[in-house]
């Protein structure tokens, strides 16, 4: 299930916005 990447904690840090992105050009 890859929809927990794409799961955004609003109080997490915006650096998660790049791990995010990292992740899906990874599991492309």
């Known amino acids: 299930a890859h929809s927990d990447i794409f ?3 609003p109080q997490a840090p ?3 916005l790049e791990q995010i ?4 050009w ?3």
Do not use: H, R, V
Not at 21 to 24: F, G
């Open 7 to 9: 799961d955004i904690d």
């Open 14 to 16: 915006q650096a998660t």
């Open 21 to 24: 992105l990292a992740a899906s």
């Open 26 to 28: 990874e599991t492309s």
